[in-house]
């Protein structure tokens, strides 16, 4: 793969992917759930799922009887993907997508569209490989996730932007919690973040961990665990409405 700046946000992200997996992966689970019930997720649904890590969602997804595939960068993301799920998994940027107009029932973006180059353009195919619905959740725009004032505080501001949507038929704001019992395990999360390896490069781990340490104190429990309360917007789009404003 050639070192471009998706290969190189792949690669920060597989740094520890298995961290990753076993420590913040399932936060988005109540989202996940959300999307196989109101897209009609059921025996024989192909799905699709856009920068899907760890395979997750496409494993909820199979349980509930679908045939999913997802696509991700990050070449050790795809390998514990493979290992958790009985889904088809491909090495393979955000952008263009090596399928057939409508080859899937649904495509889902969970927090995945700003990660394109192209993040319209990544919006685009979903809508054209899609037979029905396309699913887009990502951080709520307009109510404070707490994980994401740790990063402002930690990171700066990304300067990532999502795609321009159309109107969606629905959109749901979705509780993301995210708990962790102590300090260490807490660290362990932030740090497998990939947008926190960036930030280690050029300060070093320690650094960064210090800092993590004093932007998480006011989310601190009693019993010396934390606890972030986030959101999410989930939009839905049907094919046929998202095709004509797209």
Excluded at 50 to 57: N, T, V
Aim: net charge negative; charged share 25%; proline share 6%.
């Amino acid at each position: 793969m050639t070192d471009t700046p998706a290969a190189q946000e792949g690669e920060r992200w597989g740094r520890k992917a298995a961290q990753r997996a076993e420590l913040g992966a399932k936060m988005s689970m109540p989202a996940w759930k959300t999307a196989i019930e109101r897209t009609g997720i059921t025996e024989g649904t192909k799905v699709l799922d856009l920068a899907c890590g760890s395979g997750e969602f496409c494993a909820a997804a199979t349980e509930a009887g679908a045939k999913a595939t997802g696509i991700d960068i990050s070449p050790a993301m795809i390998a514990l993907a493979r290992q958790a799920s009985t889904a088809e998994f491909h090495e393979l940027p955000l952008g263009r997508l090596p399928w057939e107009d409508g080859t899937f029932d649904v495509v889902t973006a969970f927090n995945a569209l700003f990660f394109a180059r192209d993040p319209d353009e990544a919006f685009a195919e979903a809508v054209r490989v899609s037979k029905d619905y396309v699913v887009v959740c990502q951080w709520h725009p307009e109510i404070p996730s707490d994980l994401l004032v740790v990063g402002r505080a930690v990171r700066g501001t990304s300067g990532r932007r999502g795609a321009t949507l159309p109107e969606p038929q629905e959109e749901l704001t979705i509780d993301i919690p995210l708990v962790h019992p102590d300090e260490a395990t807490m660290l362990r999360s932030f740090l497998s973040v990939g947008s926190y390896q960036r930030v280690i490069e050029s300060e070093g781990e320690e650094e960064v961990a210090e800092k993590i340490k004093a932007a998480v104190e006011p989310f601190r429990t009693p019993d010396g665990g934390y606890r972030f309360s986030n959101k999410y917007l989930m939009s839905l789009f049907r094919k046929s409405q998202a095709a004509s404003t797209s």
